[in-house]
């Protein structure tokens, strides 16, 4: 039997944020922890990453800012607020408030054994399991989470826009797998 409470290992978060202005690619480029080069992507974005950053920023010139890599959403809200803060002190963006929102957190469980999923994908409504096409069973969980569950015992969760979503993505998928017979 797989415990539910088995907790999900957070591997990324992505949130984004508008400044609400129009950058200064320019002075953006100019920015020793920006990366920007108007041949790529027709010069419509840079991306910034600092040593304390477990990932980076997108920056649109329009002011759109998406944070990727970090592994909470603390991490992921401070690289946005410290995007912002590279911004203004580099005058590429003037002062401004941001407000950061979670667009999906994607985490990992381990059952710590294999997973039948050739036997029990037939035993749960709206899985898909073509092992021809993917090693994986595919299946649609609460609110807007997704699960790739593998035979190895290995899962991925994506799609979870709070912690709190995660966790109970997360638990459900494990007592619909133990109620397949996993």
Known sequence: MLDPR???????VVSTSDL???VSAKK???MPCCMYDEA???GRCGYIKTPGMQGRVTVFISGKMI?????????SFGQLHEARLHLVRNGAAGDCKIRPVVRNIVATVDAGRNVPIDRISSRMPGAVYDPGS???????GLDSCSFLVFASGKMVIAGAKSPDELRRSSFDLLT???????
Do not use: D, E, H
């Open 134 to 140: 993917f090693p994986g069973m595919i299946l649609k």
């Open 28 to 30: 953006m480029a100019a």
């Open 40 to 42: 790529v992507y027709g």
């Open 6 to 12: 088995t907790r999900p290992r957070v591997v990324n």
């Open 176 to 182: 619909r797998l133990n109620n397949a017979g996993a």
């Open 67 to 75: 944070s990727v890599g970090a592994r909470s959403v603390r991490a």
């Open 20 to 22: 609400v202005q129009r």
